[in-house]
């Protein structure tokens, strides 16, 4: 049957039931969970929030589920080294938050979370938005060759905080495709790889957009950038895609740009223009 193991509701209330003829646990858009160790059925408006852990390293059993809003902040993480890595390894399995992605936090010093260790690969896709404003996000780093995919279907945010697509294995790759506008609103942040194979595609429709504060990269390292058939990204004013690895504008996308640079706005550099990459 269902488990709930030190759960908390906040402020608001649980609205959580047992099916009639099934032992899952239903959850409604009411339901906000501040520890976690369930199986049940989410609406796409309740949320989990994890933010329990101190100095344990274990990963949440059950995580392979379909949750609505799912929120990442443990602040208080502090367990081993300041770069020690929280393992929330998705495993190989298809899972879905049906609202929005939010990492808040993923501990002390520059301690990260980790959504692929086993060299399994996962899928991940968020039917809402995807915000990250403070900590490390590791997509994969396996010492395993595995190949991963975050898929976003509406806004991306960054008002703080680093994304490591790949990091592990150099047969390892990851993939990041955004269906919304794109808005870094901090002056830093990156989205980066060190080792393997880093995509981030866009695809959002018609007056989607791409947006940056602040004239320090997005992107660090050979990180492919494509924008698909279908997709429309419009870049706000001085704003950049660059990177040591490919860019690819698909048959049938639209890129639309913005730079008042003498050089133009697409650049085989790093100084200047909306599309600076070197590969």
Known sequence: GPTLKNSQARPGG???????????????????????EALATW?????VTIDGYTTNTTTPINIAQ????????????SAGSS?????????????????????????????SLSLDQSGNGFDLNVGGDFLISSGILNVVNSA?????????????????????LSSGNAGSSATLTIGGSFSRTTTAGLILRTNGTANVF?????????????????????????ILSGGDLNM????????????????????NLKSTSAA?????????GNVRVSG
Request: charged share 10%.
């Open 202 to 226: 866009f695809n959002g429709p018609a007056n989607t957009t791409f947006s940056m504060n602040g004239t320090s990269a997005v992107f660090s390292g050979t990180v492919n950038i494509s």
């Open 236 to 255: 706000i004013g001085e704003s950049y895609l660059n990177g040591a690895g490919n860019f690819v504008l698909e048959s049938g996308a639209t890129l």
């Open 144 to 164: 395993g060759a595995s190949t991963s995919a975050i898929t976003v279907d509406r806004t991306f945010t960054m008002s703080g905080g680093n994304i490591i």
């Open 264 to 272: 133009g706005a697409i650049q085989n550099s790093t100084t200047a």
């Open 14 to 36: 649980l609205n959580c039931f047992i099916g009639i003829t099934s032992s899952e646990l239903f959850c409604s858009r009411s339901s906000v969970l501040l520890r976690l």
């Open 83 to 111: 770069s020690t890595t929280f393992n929330l390894n998705l495993d190989g399995s298809f899972t879905e938050f049906q609202g929005d992605f939010i990492i808040s936090s993923t501990g002390s010093g520059t301690r």
């Open 43 to 47: 609406d796409e408006e309740s949320t």
């Open 66 to 77: 379909s949750f609505g809003n799912f929120v990442w902040n443990i602040s208080a993480f």
